[in-house]
């Protein structure tokens, strides 16, 4: 297990080595005039020089690649362009603010999935029938409609929750609850879908198995076969399924990070983009990977948990 | 009764052809499909049929509300809604095939390679894979963009590689998984190449789940498209109903009608994709319903059962399929008494019925099944459906074919014993323990404690079939439905199973129903033989008449193969075409 | 993330717009006003105001030297005094600076300094601070440093006098003086990362969340009490419109910036008082007036054609709602040099336009290229296009990456352009940034002696040579049609029930002591 892990933990570094390097190479294909654009359109030739060898503009690619390089693997991102802050900084807040609404949707897609996936497997018909359409709708709309439906309706007309902002839960539970519901929300519809479907789909499979039959003879309530036997084999395919629901979210977050002004890693994902801020977008690449590296690492942790042919090997 | 080899062709082309028509058949995805046609149809005529102009702006016509002369209103440029939303759904529609096609294709093809011959081909596709779920697609997309230009086709091949992965990990954990499967192992020694192996056995397996996912990628396709057109990275040339919905959000609060017709589209679509996709995935592999289906048996006071019988069957008949005309029955007029300490043999070759038959008794016909006449009576007493799902595990027990497939693998082997101890016959804990391990030392495992602790995966064939065996005489049943338990198992330790059956039922005074394609197994244990073929019993009586004196030419046919050939285990026929494995 | 996009538009717009911030009843280079100012309310400090901005203080952080102004105005005035401060309608007060006055030649400024200020780290303002603030500006990185272009050099006389030389007269350089080219930091903090000023309020770094959120407390010391009106500030940003609208009607904020195109309604009815001012003008801007990249614009009858071509009622119906005022000229209502005759140069004519392009040989219409770009809105280029259509001029729609649009436009490298520029308004920043040859926004450098005269005149001559000048600019320039101006859009400022306002004049912002607690 051991040598496993750190098979995985040395895959994860080297993934994280060509992932931002690909992605160093790309911000450099789509450039633009980066200092001009900084500085506004009547800021004059010289003082966009100025800031292009300011920023290392003028370098040649792979010594600024080395230059980036080199810094990041002592932890210094370097500074926001169109900001000045330094990367880490803009960053630190941010990840925890994505992760606490990340992780809470993927929690509540879970527990939901389980909860209408094994309804909907194990009723069959109308129950089935209904659960199956609510949730092909809920995967079918798209997220920033959601969040606006919810921001329209029950943040404004309603007033139940805040329409835009982010409070931290350090700070106030009832206000992080009154920020957080909506986004996490808007997250959730599409996880929940998702993961119902194949929480059904898998109890399905796995509820034509033989064992189930042999569960059946030996007296086993359906109830018992269904929760202890078909839904924690099932679950490996569902935690799989929710593993990438988690990086659609983080991909989610930056539409509803848009839509509630929610100051996290999505909404610095467009900013830093449009403004063509390298050091941002490649803190943010990092980060992203290295949340994922983790993440895999986690479910292939939990699969080796849940599948004994995995853990005994 | 595992086919050594797959499905003739024949067959595997009616299966197909019949399911257009099983997807047809339930409303949902009838109803689906007809969606998708309909999206497909506009998209390709959908420039001769618009009602209006969708590319003319007209000044005077701005944000016109839905009305006769605009039946959807007209948007910021006052341009026809409805015009625009049906010229849009032929680029929206290929966007998302363009993304799905090469998603497929590079991911499917990469699984199949890497999951059928593993080592250096799975550590760089999955090394690959891992990449592209990692890597922002936005950050890709827009750098994407800043080089190749406003092109929507080939943003969404970009996409349909980002996505790959998706396929890459459902096709290979598919195949990975089947690939040391019987039949793939006997298409492999039977000499096969592997070009045609993938394509016969192992494409076959990963075609349903790939079916679903690919819905699943088309309407994910469908909606980063019309996120990117959202975002202002489409084609401003195209109109496209993400290009839409940014026009309607921009007026949300002035006609908000606008957002309306594009997102109808999109969700629209979307759904019909994925319900297609479940209803496929139904039919493709017979699970329509997990719920058993209701038997139509006979009122109880039809039949007289003769008292002292431990297990009478009189006039069963079995069916699958809900709809009258065309259900299939597999049994038909079956009808035999077993009496206590008896041992009946059921037998007969693939397909003939009798597992149906046994599965019948227990209540555990697959989803779709059911008994449409006849009746099943226990202890001289007609049972319902009902009494019949409360008695197994208490006076009726059943013994598997095939022991590993028969153990949960995530339950160690003393948690499957014990837990319907515990739940059927109210034991405590360590009551339930103590009687496993003396179930154990019972069936003949020589270190129970050791094994109680170990999984499926650790145990030899021939000791997971005495655990089952120990399983299903732990509540001391009076009926033991025993299906094929041998066959599965090595020759050497089928005899000392065999044995072990034959004591315990002695010991119990069970009566006891063995399935059988074997006449050696008849001949060993049994007191009296029923022979099936094609749904009916076609000859029964002592084991001894049957075996000198076999009346029916079938019979013969049958223990003649036999003497011609021991060694064979499956008996091959002509008429084993009906699709219903025995 | 469209909106987004359309944030960075406003940017640039505003970065225009604060060129063109500037007094219209009074001449920047006379001696300080003496009126006293409008917003001397003396009431009691409020707790907080909730104000929703429109853009983060972006690449120059809160470095004064490098800061910009328009939008972003509210950052810096929150903690840097001006030595000059402008009324809302640009009339001239002390600030940092008590007195000033020129030379006769208009090129040395001698400001008075006063000797009472001290930056909230405690270090003393006086006349060598400013001198070091003015050079740092005029070579820093701000989006404004032109505003200096001027300055050949800044020394203090004495402790609390600080000359200022310049290379040319500059009509607008007191205005700009009150803007953020007068911005006044401690050069103590001028290597730290917390630059620090002598401003009304202190930015609370560790309350404030980058790109997102900036808490601002009160300067319990603060000199100029009349100028504080809060004991916190919190300013939001929102780059994107319907966010913001959403935050005003679920009642978050207290004043805000609106950039949307809709929702005004929706929002008075929550309450809101909406305080409209004209900005900017929205329209076509003819760059290639010598036809090096599509020959016909090189003839005055095509562009003249063009401006005839297009309805310019109709789009400010269809594009801005009604909200605004049709125009032909660049020069705002409030600038030197406005003609409220021009309004009716150019009205919509399509027949006059063929045959003027017909004049022009170009009976048959002819093909231009026309970029196209994500943060304006595509019903513009829709009915730009087919309104050009209908007059025989085919546009090919060409789209172009946001972050390339600037560069494109001001590249030289489009013969045309759809866009929305400021007005300013002083006619020597109208001439400056829009029509002298080295101006930002004539892309071609298009020479031309009739307007380098006027803006000799308007550089150096009296108030009303420089008025009579800007005016026969103004009626040169639509006579040819250098531009194709439709309309004036109406800036939306809103405030809620306890929040008063006072726009100001030539800035999309308000400046930031104008916001005030209303008093009951």
């Known amino acids: 297990m051991g040598r496993f892990i750190a098979r995985r933990i040395l895959a994860g570094i080297s993934l994280l080595f060509v992932i931002t390097s690909a992605a160093y190479f790309l911000l450099y294909l789509s450039g633009g005039d980066v200092a001009r654009n900084l500085l506004g359109p009547t800021a004059s030739d010289a003082q966009v020089a100025a800031k292009a060898t300011e920023l290392g503009l003028d370098q040649p690619l792979l010594n600024r690649y080395w230059d980036w390089l080199s810094g990041a693997l002592t932890g210094d991102f370097g500074t926001s362009w169109a900001s000045r802050a330094p990367v880490t900084e803009l960053l630190s807040g941010r990840v925890a603010v994505t992760l606490t609404i990340v992780v809470a949707a993927v929690i509540v897609s879970g527990i939901g999935a389980v909860v209408l996936g094994s309804l909907a497997s194990s009723r ?105 036997h078909v839904l924690r084999n099932a679950s490996g395919p569902a935690l799989n399924v929710l593993a990438l629901m988690f990086v659609a979210m983080l991909g989610g977050a930056v539409v509803v990070e848009q839509v509630f002004s929610i100051p996290g890693l999505g909404k610095l994902t467009v900013t830093s983009t449009l403004s063509s801020d390298v050091p941002v977008i490649m803190g943010i690449v990092v980060v992203t990977v290295v949340l994922v590296v983790i993440l895999n690492l986690l479910i292939d942790l939990l699969q080796a948990w849940l599948n004994p042919k995995v853990r005994l090997s | 009764m595992t086919a050594p080899l797959a499905p003739t062709p024949r067959v595997a082309t009616r299966r197909r052809a019949s399911l257009l028509r099983s997807v047809l058949r339930q409303p949902l995805g009838a109803v689906a499909l007809a969606v998708i046609a309909l999206f497909v149809i506009v998209a390709i005529i959908g420039p001769w049929i618009v009602p209006g102009d969708a590319y003319t702006a007209h000044l005077d016509a701005i944000l016109l509300p839905p009305g006769p002369d605009h039946i959807l209103g007209t948007d910021p440029s006052g341009r ?82 980002i996505v790959s992965p998706a396929f ?87 006609q908000p009608w606008l957002l309306a017709w594009p997102t109808l589209a999109l969700v629209l679509i979307s759904v019909a994709l994925t319900l297609v996709a479940n209803t496929l995935r139904d039919v493709l592999e017979r699970s329509s319903s997990a719920r058993r289906s209701r038997s139509s048996e006979q009122a109880p006071a039809v039949y007289t059962i003769p008292a002292g019988t431990a297990l009478s069957v009189r006039d069963l008949e079995v069916a699958y399929g809900d709809d009258k005309a065309k259900q299939a029955v597999v049994v038909r007029n079956v009808s035999f008494d077993v009496a206590p300490g008896e041992v009946l043999g059921l037998v007969g070759e693939s397909g003939s019925g009798k597992t149906q038959t046994a599965f019948a008794i227990l209540d555990v016909l697959p989803g779709g099944g059911r008994i449409t006449a006849g009746c099943v009576a226990l202890a001289g007493k007609v049972t319902t459906q009902a009494e019949r799902a409360h008695e197994r595990g208490r006076s009726v027990a059943y013994i598997p074919q095939e022991p590993m497939s028969n153990l949960d693998p995530s339950y160690t082997i003393g948690a499957q014993l014990t837990k319907p101890m515990r739940k059927c016959a109210k034991m405590t804990k360590t009551e339930a323990n103590a009687n496993a391990l003396r179930l154990l030392n019972r069936v003949g495992i020589a270190n129970p404690e050791r094994v109680m602790g170990l999984y499926p995966h650790q145990v030899s064939g021939g000791m997971a079939q005495r655990v089952l065996i120990a399983g299903a005489i732990a509540t001391e049943p009076d009926v033991l439905i025993a299906d094929e338990p041998t066959t599965a198992l090595d020759v050497t330790v089928q005899a000392e199973v065999l044995d072990l059956l034959r004591d315990l039922q002695a010991e119990f005074g069970m009566a006891m129903v063995i399935v059988t394609h074997n006449f050696g197994v008849v001949a060993d244990i049994c007191d009296r033989v029923a022979v099936m073929q094609d749904g009916s019993i076609v000859e029964t009586g002592d084991v001894e008449s049957v075996f000198d004196h076999p009346q029916h030419p079938y019979t013969r046919e049958l223990l003649g193969a036999i003497l011609d050939d021991a060694s064979v285990r499956e008996l091959p026929s002509p008429t084993t075409t009906n699709g219903v494995l025995s | 993330m ?52 429109v853009d983060s203080p972006g690449q120059g952080g809160f470095v004064a030297a490098d800061m910009s102004f328009a939008t972003k105005a509210p950052y810096g005035q929150a903690i840097y005094d001006t030595l000059v401060r402008a009324t809302p309608d640009n009339l001239l007060e002390p600030a940092l600076a008590s007195d000033w006055g020129y030379d006769s030649g208009k090129t040395e400024l001698t400001l008075k300094l006063r000797d009472d200020v001290k930056f909230t780290d405690g270090t003393d303002f006086n006349a060598d601070a400013a001198a070091q603030n003015i050079l740092r500006f005029r070579d820093g990185s701000a989006e404004n440093a032109n505003w200096l272009a001027n300055v050949s050099d800044a020394v203090a006389k004495d402790p609390h006098t600080l000359v200022i030389t310049l290379s040319a007269p500059d009509p607008a350089l007191l205005l700009n003086l009150s803007r953020a080219a007068g911005y006044q930091q401690s050069p103590a903090s001028f290597d730290t990362d917390t630059p620090v000023g002598s401003g009304p309020y202190v930015l609370d770094q560790a309350a404030s969340v980058v790109d997102a959120s900036y808490i601002f407390d009160a300067n319990p010391d603060y000199w100029a009490s009349d100028y504080q009106h809060y004991d916190e500030i919190a300013m939001t940003v929102f780059d994107d419109p319907v966010s913001m609208q959403n935050a005003l009607m679920g009642d978050q904020l207290d004043a805000a910036l609106f950039t949307g195109y809709q929702g005004f309604d929706q929002i008075e009815g929550a309450g ?148 929305r520029l400021e007005q300013p308004a002083t006619a020597w920043e109208t001439y400056s940034l829009e029509l002298s040859q080295g101006a ?15 803006g000799e005149i308007i550089q150096t001559g009296s108030d009303a040579d420089s008025a009579a000048a800007a005016a026969e600019l103004n009626k040169y320039i639509v006579d040819q049609a250098w531009f194709n101006p439709w309309y004036r859009t109406i800036t939306t400022f809103y405030t809620d029930a306890e929040t008063d306002v006072t726009p100001q004049v030539g800035n999309v912002y308000p400046y930031l002591w104008n916001i005030v607690p209303v008093t009951n």
């Open chain 1, 124 to 228: 069959g018909g109308w129950v089935d029938r209904t659960i199956q359409v609510a949730s092909l709708v809920g995967a079918a709309v798209p997220g920033f409609l959601i969040a606006m439906v919810l921001v329209l309706v029950v943040a404004i007309n309603l007033g139940w929750f805040e329409p835009t902002g982010y409070i931290n839960p350090s700070t106030s539970i009832t206000g992080w609850l009154s920020t957080a519901v909506l986004p996490i929300t808007a997250l959730a519809v599409a996880g929940v879908a998702g993961v119902t479907q194949q929480v059904r789909g898998s109890m399905l499979d796995e509820r034509r198995k033989d064992y189930v039959r042999t569960l059946e003879c030996r007296g086993l309530s359906s109830r018992t076969i269904t929760y202890q």
């Open chain 2, 80 to 161: 026809d809604v409805l015009s625009r939303l049906i010229i849009a759904t032929r680029s929206s529609m290929l966007g998302a095939a363009i993304a799905l096609v090469v998603a497929a294709a590079i991911g499917i093809s990469t699984g199949l390679i890497a999951g059928y011959y593993r080592g250096w081909f799975e550590s760089v596709f999955s090394y690959g894979a891992s990449l592209f779920l990692a890597l922002p697609s936005m950050v890709v997309l827009l750098a994407a963009r800043s080089v190749i230009g406003p092109n929507l086709w080939w943003a969404m091949v970009i996409f349909g590689v």
């Open chain 2, 168 to 254: 890459y990990r459902l096709t290979f954990a598919t195949v990975a998984g089947v690939r040391h499967e019987l039949y793939v192992d006997a298409a492999r020694t039977s000499g096969l190449s592997d070009v045609r192996i993938v394509g016969r056995h192992i494409l076959s397996v990963v075609r349903a789940p790939v079916i679903i996912q690919a819905a699943g990628i088309a309407g994910v396709a469908i909606g980063i498209q019309a996120g990117l057109e959202f975002l202002g990275m489409g084609d401003a040339k195209l109109i496209t109903w993400g290009g839409m919905l940014n026009d309607g959000f921009q007026a949300i609060y002035r």
């Open chain 3, 2 to 53: 469209k909106f987004s996009y359309r944030a960075t538009a406003v940017t640039a717009v505003g970065v225009l717009a604060l060129a063109a911030c500037s007094s219209s009843d009074n001449d920047p280079g006379a001696e300080p006003s003496s009126s006293t100012a409008s917003t001397e309310t003396g009431a009691a400090m409020a707790p907080l105001l909730n104000l929703g901005v």
């Open chain 3, 272 to 419: 809101y008082t909406a305080h409209e001012y004209a900005q900017d003008w929205e329209g076509l801007l003819l760059f290639d007036r010598t036809g090096q990249l599509s020959e016909p614009m090189g003839d005055v009858r095509v562009r003249q054609s063009i401006n005839f071509a297009i309805d310019k009622e109709g789009l400010l119906q269809g594009l801005a709602g009604g909200r605004g005022e049709v125009t032909t000229q660049v020069f705002g209502k409030e600038t030197p040099g406005y003609d409220a005759e021009l309004e009716y140069a150019y009205p919509y004519d399509p027949e006059k336009a063929k045959s003027l392009l017909a004049e022009a040989g170009y009976a048959d219409g002819f093909t231009i290229d026309f970029p196209t770009v994500s943060f304006v809105p595509q019903a513009t280029f829709d009915l730009v296009g087919q309104q050009l259509a209908e007059v025989g001029i085919t546009a090919n729609f060409t789209d172009i990456a946001p972050q390339d649009y600037f560069p494109t436009m001001l590249g030289g490298n489009v013969a045309l352009a759809s866009f």
């Open chain 3, 440 to 454: 930002p926004w004539n892309s071609f450098h298009t020479p031309d002696d009739a307007v380098a005269g006027y």
